[in-house]
């Protein structure tokens, strides 16, 4: 496992985690109950925030699956 990751948003409701240099799946968040318009990495810490049509954020942290 890389330090390289990059995350996606999707209108299934998910934010998904891949390896950059493997293209592997590695996290799905899947709180969200509408499309996830908005994610994106904290600059300094290992957080993700998402952002939905439900018109909820959410702040997820990748190194224990949870928001």
Same mark, same amino acid.
């Given at each position: 496992?890389?330090?390289?990751? /990059?995350?996606?948003?999707?209108? !299934?409701?998910?934010?998904?985690? &891949?390896? &950059?240099? +493997?293209? @592997? *799946?590695? *996290?799905? /968040? @899947?709180? %969200? =109950?509408?499309?996830? +318009?908005?994610?994106?990495? %904290?600059? /300094?810490?290992? *957080? ?12 997820? !942290?990748?190194? =224990? =699956? +949870?928001?």
């Amino acid at each position: 496992m890389t330090s390289a990751k /990059f995350v996606t948003c999707s209108d !299934d409701g998910t934010a998904r985690v &891949f390896d &950059f240099a +493997t293209s @592997k *799946l590695e *996290l799905i /968040f @899947k709180e %969200h =109950n509408s499309a996830v +318009t908005a994610c994106d990495w %904290h600059p /300094f810490q290992s *957080l993700i925030v998402t952002g939905s049509k439900d018109c909820s954020i959410r702040i997820w !942290d990748p190194r =224990n =699956n +949870t928001s």
